[in-house]
């Protein structure tokens, strides 16, 4: 039962994500660029791919933050090679936390219809 509503209360913690995340962006929307990004990258170049690679996890949380300035700021700290591959890891990452969102979201509803 504990689970239960563990899981319950979980289910919301995207919609709460989502709607901060839009707040924030719509509050600094001409403040958000790739500039923006690049000033917050760190200059350790793994480091730097980390914070890319966690921006693209918070990227899937949200609809209004603009995926190009990501893809664009890896183009500008890397080779073009790495930044594909950073890019590319970027966006399976976001699909497979969309995956999981929808999987818990309506995973439960779905087990009666074996």
């Known amino acids: 039962m504990k689970k239960h509503k563990y899981l319950s209360v979980l289910k919301y913690l995207p919609l709460i994500l989502c709607i901060i995340l839009i707040i924030w962006y719509l509050s600094n929307i001409k403040e958000i660029s790739v500039q923006t990004i690049?000033?917050?990258?760190?200059?350790?170049?793994?480091?730097?791919?980390?914070?890319l690679l966690f921006l693209y996890a918070l990227k899937s949380f949200s609809i209004v933050f603009p995926v190009l300035f990501l893809e664009v700021a890896a183009g500008h700290l890397f080779s073009p090679t790495v930044a594909l591959i950073i890019n590319i890891t970027g966006i399976?990452?976001?699909?497979?936390?969309?995956?999981?969102?929808?999987?818990?979201r309506i995973g439960s509803h779905s087990q009666g219809c074996k």
């Open 38 to 51: 690049l000033d917050y990258t760190p200059d350790n170049l793994l480091a730097a791919a980390l914070v």
């Open 92 to 104: 399976v990452i976001g699909i497979i936390i969309l995956f999981y969102r929808l999987f818990f």
